[in-house]
């Protein structure tokens, strides 16, 4: 995606996320190594990164090269990267080292048997760094497999200050207040919402925060693991509660069909691009990015966000996501990519992105100076603060055939429901029969 979540420039927000834990303190600490030992050696990373994200990670790999005397190479997948790193360990041609961003996806790998458990210095380096959130996701079957280097909020509502304060509206507290605030934005002129409806992902990440702080996390958890079915009343209820967003053409910039026709990018223009349609946005702190980069907006001033508000009395949502690096044993210079994993695991190598922008990182020793500005750094902290809290994507968790593939399983029929919001009950049924598929798989 461009890919889904993270791929488009993960930009600088602040997060209000009122949660328990404290963050740690500490600077950065070095990799070790320095004495060239891997010089002459070559190792090949594959993850979804393109465009500016690729570029940014590249500094992190030649830092790594600076440090280590390896040369890295780096393969973008696309959207698809379960696909095309089973076509290359098929060919014979497997990456050493994949950046993956689904927790699903980790899982699959692992079952087929083609990761390496990482090494005892990045383990005890998670233990030591990281909330322990991060090492479950980052484990099967209790050994861990994964390292999350790179982190997402997708708690965020980004709007355009001056659509709200032309229409007198504030950032509401509550779904219920935002759906009425959407009302008043619209009376003023601009439609409320831009929903990027063509990518199936960012429709998932919708329910989810719907989802959680409805349901609660409990049948959350239940939900990702389909523990619980998706016929359960709390699913339909959800989907009902966002289907009233969906069948409101005066919430949604050119209704229904051009949603279905608007990408990721294409929504956030519709807020702060040049000819703003819509005055707000709901997707990840990301956004801030495109804002950013491609459409001059200060953060802060002229793009602004509020956290994904309380759905029916319930807490309001934090849900996150990330890119975790695995090592395939395939790869031709396994013992130099479980190297690499260890630098990613420290903060000199979170501080390399952090201070080139578009980066979270989940390590809890990488100084906050280490970010470019007072936003990231808030939002940096917020992220740290929130400890074991945080909920991973939901569809991220699902086998990809179900939650990561295009024109499949809940993107599609997500995208079906909002052609169609009329029946939450049978969107349930046909989600609930696509899972049952996929879990068995």
């Keep these: 995606m461009m890919r889904r979540r993270t791929t488009l420039l993960t930009g600088c927000t602040a997060l209000a996320l009122a949660l328990g834990a ?23 990373v594959a993850g979804v990164w393109s465009g500016s994200e690729q570029k940014n990670f590249q500094k992190v790999l030649d830092a790594f090269t600076a440090k280590t005397g390896a040369k890295t190479q ?58 322990s959130v991060w090492k479950k996701y980052g484990s099967v079957d209790g050994t861990l497999y994964g390292l999350y280097f790179k982190a997402a909020h997708k708690s965020t509502v980004w709007y355009s200050p001056d659509a709200l304060t032309q229409a007198g509206v504030k950032a509401p507290k509550t779904y219920d207040e935002m759906l009425k605030a959407g009302h008043t934005v619209s009376d003023s002129g601009l439609a409320a ?48 509660t966002l289907g009233k967003l969906f069948k409101d053409r005066q919430l949604i910039a050119g209704g229904r069909k051009e949603a279905l026709n608007t990408d990721f990018p294409g929504s956030v223009e519709k807020v702060f691009g040049p000819k703003p349609e819509a005055g707000m946005v709901y997707e990840g702190d990301f956004v801030a990015g495109v804002a950013h980069d491609q459409f001059g907006k200060t953060i802060g001033k002229d793009a602004d966000f509020f ?20 090592v ?66 939901m569809s991220d968790q ?35 029969a696509a899972a049952a598929k996929a879990y068995q798989g």
């Design 22 to 44: 404290t963050a740690c303190g500490g600077g950065p600490v070095a990799a070790g190594g320095g004495d060239k030992a891997l010089s002459g050696q070559t190792v090949t």
């Design 74 to 131: 780096f393969v973008s997948t696309g959207d698809n990267v379960s696909t095309v790193v089973g076509s290359k360990i098929e060919g014979g041609n497997a990456p050493d080292v994949v950046m993956v961003p689904q927790v699903g996806v980790l899982q699959q790998f692992a079952k087929k048997g083609w990761l390496k458990p990482l090494s005892a210095t990045t383990r005890q380096t998670v233990d030591a760094d990281y909330a």
């Design 193 to 240: 919402f831009a929903v990027a409806g063509q990518d199936g992902w960012t429709l998932t990440d919708w329910f989810e925060n719907i989802y959680l702080s409805q349901a609660g996390p409990e049948k959350y958890d239940a939900l990702a693991a389909h523990q619980l079915k998706w016929t359960d009343p709390s699913v339909v209820r959800a989907l009902t």
């Design 307 to 326: 956290p994904f508000p309380a759905v029916d009395g319930g807490t309001a949502p934090v849900v996150s996501g990330g890119d975790a690096a695995v």
């Design 328 to 393: 395939l044993k395939d790869g031709k210079n396994a013992k130099a990519g479980m190297k690499l994993l260890e630098y990613l695991a420290t903060p000199e190598a979170a501080a390399v992105w952090a201070k080139a922008g578009g980066f979270l990182s989940p390590n809890k020793k990488l100084a906050l100076a280490s970010y470019g500005d007072d936003v990231t750094r808030a939002t940096a902290k917020s992220l740290v603060a929130a400890g074991d809290s945080v909920r991973f994507d």
């Design 398 to 432: 699902a086998p990809a055939v179900f939650g990561g593939t295009k024109g499949t399983g809940e993107w599609k029929l997500l995208q079906d429901f909002l052609r169609d919001p009329s029946n939450p009950k049978a969107t349930a049924a046909a989600l609930e």
